[in-house]
C-alpha cells in the first residue's frame, strides 16, 4: 500500500487525531483516531513510514500541523501506547479470536467498530432491531450504543428471551459495522462475517 493509494475517511480530512494501532494475525495496523468526536479518521495502514506520510498529508494536532518526523515519532509510540485502552491484550487478535467475539466484542473492540464505523443510525431504524431493544426494557425512540452493555449482559441471562434479543442487537452491531466500515476495516476485520 503506498500513500497514492490512500485517502482520508470522507468528510474527515485534516482533522485533529492521533495515532493508534492494532495487531491482526501477528500483523500490525495503524490508524488515526479523533478522540473528541470518537471517529477513527484513516484506513488500516500496514507500514510505519506510510502512516507518517498519510499524517503529515491529512491530520493536524491542537498546535497546527507538521512533518513527517514529527508524525514517524507518533506512530512509533502507538506500538507501546494507546489512548483508547491501557490493555495491551485488547490490541492484538487473531482471526480465531475476531470469530469467537463475533457477538461478544470486547467493551475496546465494540468501541473501536463502532468508531471506525462511524456510529451508524442503521440498525436503530430496523424493526426487528428495535423489537430486540424493547425486549430488553431500552426505550427504542431513545436508544443510541450504550445499548451494547444491556445486550451483551443479556446474553448471559438464563431467560432465553432475553439471550437471543442480546444476540440479535449484536449480530445486527456487528452487520453494521462491517456495512459501513471505511476503507479496508472491513477486509481487515472479516473474520466478524457470520
Request: aromatic share 10%.
Amino acid at each position: 500500500m503506498t500513500i497514492e493509494d490512500l485517502s482520508p475517511i470522507e468528510d474527515r480530512d485534516g482533522w485533529i487525531g492521533g495515532i493508534e494501532s492494532i495487531v491482526i494475525d501477528g500483523r500490525r495496523w495503524y490508524f488515526s483516531f479523533d478522540y473528541s468526536s470518537d471517529l477513527v479518521l484513516s484506513p488500516l495502514i500496514d507500514d510505519e513510514a506510510t502512516m507518517a506520510q498519510f499524517a503529515s498529508r491529512h491530520m493536524s494536532q491542537r498546535d497546527g500541523d507538521h512533518d513527517v518526523a514529527y508524525w514517524r515519532e507518533l506512530v512509533a509510540d502507538s506500538v507501546n501506547l494507546s489512548d483508547l485502552t491501557e490493555d495491551a491484550e485488547d490490541r492484538e487478535y487473531t482471526s480465531e479470536r475476531l470469530a469467537a467475539q463475533r457477538l461478544t466484542p470486547s467493551d475496546y473492540l465494540s468501541y473501536l467498530l463502532g468508531a471506525a464505523a462511524g456510529w451508524p443510525d442503521a440498525p436503530f431504524e430496523d424493526e426487528e432491531f428495535r423489537a430486540g431493544l424493547r425486549a430488553l426494557q431500552i426505550d427504542d425512540d431513545e436508544a443510541d450504543y450504550d445499548f451494547i452493555d444491556v445486550a451483551l449482559d443479556a446474553l448471559g441471562s438464563s431467560d432465553s428471551a432475553k439471550a437471543d434479543a442480546g444476540r440479535l442487537l449484536m449480530a445486527r452491531f456487528i452487520d453494521a459495522f462491517l456495512d459501513n466500515a471505511p476503507g479496508n476495516w472491513a477486509v481487515v476485520f472479516s473474520a466478524l462475517r457470520a
